[in-house]
């Protein structure tokens, strides 16, 4: 079956760095595309950054632009989320999900479109 597994979520000082995982199997990886999601205490899951299945498009939310970068691996069926300049707001339980080429990226920030979740992985942001 199907599985997305994100790691490398941890707490992290203001200004500091993490970059996160999701390895993926049971599919092939090389036709999905694939975003990041994020969801912080109270507050809905909302999009963080996706990348096409070529990877040669990405597109982020306005509050991680400029700051985060989405990147994959297909030799490794890993995506990748490096997050620089960490702020508190950034503190959420993020989540990896996959899309199986049917919208352009245009459509990604909409969770409704993924097929495929991963269990999420915490990332606290705080001094």
């Known amino acids: 079956q199907v599985q997305l597994v994100e790691s490398g979520g941890g707490l992290v000082q203001p200004g500091g760095s993490l970059r996160l995982s999701c390895a993926a199997s049971?599919?092939?990886?090389?036709?999905?595309?694939m975003g990041w999601f994020r969801q912080a205490p109270g507050k809905e899951r909302e999009f963080v950054a996706a990348?096409?299945?070529?990877?040669?498009?990405?597109l982020y939310a306005d509050s991680v632009m400029g700051r985060f970068t989405i990147s994959r691996d297909t030799a490794k069926n890993t995506v990748y989320l490096q997050m620089n300049s960490l702020k508190p707001e950034d503190t959420a339980v993020y989540y990896c999900?996959?899309?199986?080429?049917?919208?352009?990226?245009?459509?990604?920030?909409?969770?409704?479109?993924?097929?495929?979740w991963g269990q999420g992985t915490q990332v606290t942001v705080s001094s």
């Open positions: 990348i096409s299945w070529s990877g040669s498009s990405t």
């Open positions: 049971g599919l092939t990886f090389s036709r999905y595309a």
């Open positions: 999900a996959a899309e199986r080429g049917k919208i352009t990226i245009a459509a990604m920030p909409i969770a409704y479109w993924y097929d495929y």
